[in-house]
Nanobody, 120 residues
Framework: QVQLVESGGGLVQAGGSLRLSCAAS????????MGWYRQAPGKQRELVAA???????NYADSVKGRFTISRDNAKNTVYLQMNSLKPEDTAVYYC??????????????WGKGTLVTVSS
């Protein structure tokens, strides 16, 4: 009923930039927090950046000053602008959102992920 679809991943050289997008679709009444997580091979999934509906942001220390999260509420879309990319940013990036459907409570949803590979 609700889908999160990520796009924008790919291969980039160190120092380059990428912009990830995640669009939520389906029977959506409201979206609260939206965010991005990542999982590198052999590592646990970790929070990269989150953005509440009120505009508060939270970033992992490793990406502060390089990544920027934003959202377009009219399009139910969250973005992650990634600059000055490093090889250690290589991971599958997952979109996450707390979504309330009509007549239901909030449910946490995950996208399927998009691969970001940063070459040295």
């Amino acid at each position: 009923q609700v889908q999160l679809v990520e796009s924008g991943g790919g291969l980039v050289q160190a120092g380059g930039s990428l912009r990830l997008s995640c669009a939520a679709s389906g029977n959506i009444f409201s979206i609260n927090a939206m965010g991005w997580y990542r999982q590198a091979p052999g590592k646990q999934r970790e929070l990269v950046a989150a953005l509440t509906s009120g505009g508060s942001t939270n970033y992992a220390d490793s990406v502060k000053g390089r990544f920027t999260i934003s959202r377009d509420n009219a399009k139910n879309t969250v973005y992650l602008q990634m600059n000055s990319l490093k090889p250690e940013d290589t991971a599958v990036y997952y979109c996450n959102a707390d979504i309330r459907q009509y007549g239901r409570n909030n449910i946490n949803y995950w996208g399927k992920g998009t691969l970001v590979t940063v070459s040295s």
